[in-house]
DNA sequence: ATTTGCGCTGGAGTGCACTCCACCTCCTAC
DNA sequence: GTAGGAGGTGGAGTGCACTCCAGCGCAAAT
């Protein structure tokens, strides 16, 4: 070891760079409970070893995918003890079910809007427009087309 | 035509039902200008046409993957006419491109959290448990895994 | 015709996740 | 030593997207 005594003083600055969190959010998620393994230095400044940054980006990892804070806390604060490993297993798991869920859903959603734009460039193609993406009131419009009663629809 | 008239009476009920959003935020999403076909019966209830439950579906599509409501009030008041169509596309296409990011980083976060349960399975199949996933206080635990200073990772 | 209840409206209230602020301390540069 | 700035704390404030509510009218059932 040559001089394995480095301390790499990782200050909340560079964390918040590093991840994308606002120093105010890390603040607020090591109150919450969320942060763990943050150190403090001499000063009492805030000190992340890097087992606290690869946590934090766990903690973005389950927040992005929509799980409350509370979850995260609950989850979080399980003890280390192997009684606890079920249930954080558990709860991973059914953490990726959910992601798994949310990659249907945004296919789904994807292929909607697909559709309209194709379904846009169609009408666009006759100069057509059609009830389904009609709006309120256009103001500044010609009033280019005023749909008279045309309700003869096909489906979805 | 045998009866075509028939007025189908869609209610705000049924529609509730149909999309799963709750008869308030159906109200308060029209009272935002984010539903525009919506009529009125004689007695001055909500009434649904085909075209305004499809259309309510791409509302869906468009809260469901991240648009604020502000915005989709912004494409839902452009005009019908051609000046709009542009615009109009650009925006799902903006979206489309948008739900595609999301995708990708699902698929990330996803990989994150299954390397993090193989990475449990693995430790519980030895009885460790490492200081990435060790918490804060585990009170009713036996304090099982107290880690000393052990900082000598890999990475990630 | 009366009861029962659904639906309407405007406005107030809620929950969540931050974000901002004032005031203080500590550290660094000069 | 001193000035300036980064960082710390507790608490208040904000923005968004609903959600709840009181008071009322219309409707369907009896």
């Known amino acids: 070891?040559?001089?394995?005594?480095?301390?790499?003083?990782?200050?909340?600055?560079?964390?918040?760079?590093?991840?994308?969190?606002?120093?105010?959010?890390?603040?607020?998620?090591?109150?919450?409970?969320?942060?763990?393994?943050?150190?403090?230095?001499?000063?009492?400044?805030?000190?992340?070893?890097?087992?606290?940054?690869r946590f934090i980006r766990l903690v973005q990892v389950l927040r992005r995918t929509g799980m409350p804070v509370d979850d995260v806390r609950d989850f979080v604060q399980m003890g280390s003890g192997l009684e606890w490993h079920g249930a954080r297993t558990a709860l991973l798991e059914q953490r990726a079910a959910a992601i798994e869920e949310q990659i249907a859903q945004l296919h789904q959603d994807l292929a909607v809007v697909r559709e309209k734009i194709a379904h846009h460039r169609d009408l666009q193609q006759r100069g057509l427009d059609c009830e389904d993406e009609i709006a309120a009131a256009a103001p500044h419009s010609g009033g280019a087309g005023q749909r008279p009663e045309t309700n003869g629809d096909g489906h979805a």
């Open 1 to 53: 070891m040559t001089d394995s005594t480095g301390p790499d003083p990782v200050g909340i600055r560079a964390v918040s760079e590093l991840t994308g969190l606002s120093l105010d959010t890390l603040r607020w998620y090591e109150r919450e409970g969320l942060l763990p393994l943050v150190e403090r230095s001499d000063g009492g400044q805030r000190r992340y070893p890097p087992a606290a940054i």
